[in-house]
């Protein structure tokens, strides 16, 4: 059997010797304080960093209004996606960030749930789903996002 | 490798066309600031970062970069899928009509097509940073020229929306730009 820990064990060990040997690994937002929009907020902004947002002129985003329970959910779905992708690009530069990683796993989570929910009520966003056991192939059955499908 | 999601990063519905608006908005896609040179900018550069700092923020943003491309497409398309002869002559289409009939093509805003010319690799993580550093910048100013030219809220929403991304995308180059100056220039 495929053991995890072992990969985790070595992958740790090699790269902390490369790591010391090439880099000062020092972090740069060490001790910066971190203020976060809520997805919803974050989502409707397209930006999850209240230091970084910044308007132009006096143009404000409009409320995303969702028409039904479909489109609704997709709404819940992009919310905790984009948190986890802002999250995502910041950790890539930020690795050790342990309160950041921690809240990109329950945006992550968040995301993954509500797509398998929608999966099965509203048909498959990714090829892997397993919705797609269901005959005739629903990947071709639902509409294109630029058609407003999954929008 | 990628798979595909068969959703659009940010809901785009737009509900009325705009034939001059997409003549415009085409820029962002196949411009000297569009997404499909940002993505490619970033997902060339990535494999000759000098650690996985850089090789993930280039790898996620250029991806993300993709997912602009299809919301690019996706408002071209909408403004445009009803347009009849009459209205594309009208709004200077016809000479894209002529080529390419209601189909997409990344041209910038005169109709010349795209060129990897619009983006450098140069090995250096420096010298790419920087590029990538602009390049978010000029994409933010081309959004805000966008946002002035039209009226229509089914527009504006998602421009306010990239031009935000290109804020974000800005200053976590800028946070990398400045971590590898500090390691590679050996600055205090």
Redesign the interface.
Known sequence: MYNYNNFVNNYRQNNLDYMNN???YSE??NNQNMNLFTPKEG?E?????MD???E?KN?K??K?NPRNDQ?RL??E??ENL?AA??L???L??N?NDNSMLALFNDYRKKAEDLKKQYEQLYG?????SDVLNNSPFL?EK?S???E???? | MWVYEKKLQFPINIKNKDLRMAKYLVTQYGGSNGELAAALRYLNQRYTMPDNRGKALLTDIGTEELAHIEMISTMIYQLTKDATLEELKEAGLDTHYTEHNKALYPTDSNGMPFTVTYFATTGDPLADLAEDMAAEQKARAVYENLIDLTNDPDVINPLLWLRQREIVHYNRFKELFEYYEKILNKKS
């Open positions: 090439m880099f000062d740069l937002n989502f902004k397209g930006n999850l960093f970084l947002y910044s132009y143009y985003p409009r995303l489109e997709m709404l779905i992009n984009f992708h802002e995502n690009l910041y890539d530069i690795p498959p966003l990714c090829i892997t990947w639902t294109f996002p630029w407003g499908g999954n929008n």
